[in-house]
């Protein structure tokens, strides 16, 4: 499992890149699979 500080990390930059997409709906998408990827490669490391 990941350190509180490392998921807080993580989900700053989330947001800063959210933020810095202004709106573009190709980037915004690109974020959240890219994400969801890191999020299932954690997960299976954790099993």
Same mark, same amino acid.
């Given at each position: 499992m990941k350190k509180n500080t490392d998921q807080t990390s !993580? %989900?700053?930059n989330q *947001? *800063? !890149?959210i933020m810095n997409a202004n709106g573009d $709906? %190709? &980037?915004l998408e690109e974020i $959240? !699979?890219?994400y969801k =990827?890191? &999020?299932a490669s =954690?997960? !299976?490391k954790d099993l």
């Open positions: !993580e %989900g700053l *947001i *800063i !890149e $709906v %190709g &980037e $959240v !699979e890219k =990827q890191d &999020e =954690q997960s !299976e």
